[in-house]
Structures are given as C-alpha cells and as structure tokens.
C-alpha cells in the first residue's frame, strides 16, 4: 500500500508540474499577444480559458482517479477534474471558471433554482399513492405495477451537473441532468417501452437514424429527382432542448401524436 501511494503521490505530482507548465505556456503566450498589440494597435483575441492539461482516461484507474481527486492537492491548486464531453480524456481546469459558467447558464436559462429542503421523499409518496391508485382502478396490471414502483433503498434526487468540452473555442460546459434514480424513472422507462415502438413506426419516414440512412435518403431523394441545383440542404440545432422542455407542452403534444393515429389505449392501458 506505501508502494501505491508512493506511485501515486509522484503521478500527482507530476499532473501537477504539467499544469504550472501549460500555466506558463498560456502567460507567456498572453504575454507576447499583449506586447504584439501595443506595437501594432490592433485588437486581439482573448486566449482565456483553455484547457490547462487533458489527461488520457486510459491512463488513470479507478483508484489514481479517487487519490488524486481526494489527496487535496486540486483543491489547493485551486483546479477541478472532470471527464470531458465525448472526447473521452478527463480535463483539469480552474474550478473559478468552472463556477463562474455554471452560474452563468443557470441564470441564462433560468430553469433551475437551488433548493431549500429535500423533496424526494415527498415525490417518492406521490408516486406511490398514483401508481396504487392506478392499480386500483385496474388501468395496470400487478406485473406493471411493479415494472413502475420505485425502491425506497435505490432512489435518488436528481440532480444537475456540468462537463466541459474542450474541443470547441473556450471550452464552454454541457449541463447533464442526472435522473436515472428518481422515484419515477420506473414509470419513465415502462412508457418509452410501450410508446417509442409507435414513434419509430410512424414517424420513420421522417426521421434520420444516422450518416448511413442519411446517405441513403439522398439517394433516394436524388432518384426521385427531387434534388436540383436550387435544392437548399439545412442544419439547425437547438441550444439547451433537453433540459428545457416544457413539460405540461410535451405531454400535449404526445396525447395529440396518439390521437392522431387513433390509439385511445396502449396495450390496454388508456
């Protein structure tokens, strides 16, 4: 165990040493920029934040990654480790700046607001009064009432978080919002299983699956002599959709996606 802790004090120490160095790098960097414009009075570009250093994931395990995010020696650097949004390296950056862009998109979007009290176990009873009642009135069955009931030793309070992605200019952060053990994740998951499959059936002929079906809906777009030279081809892309969804919004237009193709049930269940 010395032996371990030995090796990783010196792996530390040496993430570290990487960190002063590319601090460095990005001062003088600034630097030299700064000394430029006032010789030629024109405006630069602000380098700051950057990546201070990536790490490779292959290149810590389990036990490095708690030791070094446990031995302090981050925190008094003033730095945070986070595993970076699909470039697949973990990030060490200035914790200030992290802070400072959270608060930022929660006061953009305002959709999140900092609790007082902890609610899940008054979620956790709702959902069981509903999901008994339910069961009550017979619109489940006893198999899906337990496919849907939550687990009292299992359920968590969701909660939002933040990744960077360093591979885009100032490495803006990806809130992720973490609900996989909420007291109605169970209800969540039973629904996708009866509904997606109707989704997917009518809204095929709609819907991009990937590059691959891409390729082939332009081919069959251009066989069908639908592309011509005035054929304009768009991409949009929509900021913060799914932590934003309005949620009494989406189920409106879920009932009015069922009643459109005349499904007043799902497998017996109105």
Known sequence: MTLLKCYL??????????????????????????????????????????????????????????YLSKSGKLQKGNYILRETDKSGIFHIGNSVDYEKKAEAYRQKTGAYI?????????????????????????????WQLDKMMP??????????????KPHKAGTPLRPIVSSMSMPTTGISKFLDKLIRPIFDKHARSTTIIDGVDLIHRLEAYTTNGHLIPKTYLCTFDITDLYTMLPQEESLDILIEFLLQYGYQKVQNIP
Do not use: G, M
């Open 151 to 164: 687990k009292r030793d299992t359920v968590q309070l969701a909660y939002l978080y933040f990744i960077p």
């Open 9 to 66: 004090s010196h792996y530390t120490n040496r993430l570290i040493r990487q960190i002063r160095y590319k601090e460095a790098c990005v001062h003088v960097k600034l630097v030299r920029q700064h000394r430029r414009h006032l010789l030629s009075k024109q405006q630069i570009v602000d380098a700051y934040p950057q990546i201070i250093v990536d790490v490779p994931k292959i290149s810590l395990n389990r036990i490095q990654l708690d």
């Open 114 to 142: 900092e609790l007082d009290s902890n609610p899940l176990w008054s979620v956790f009873d709702k959902v069981i009064l509903f999901l008994n009642d339910l069961r009550s009135k017979k619109y489940i069955l006893s």
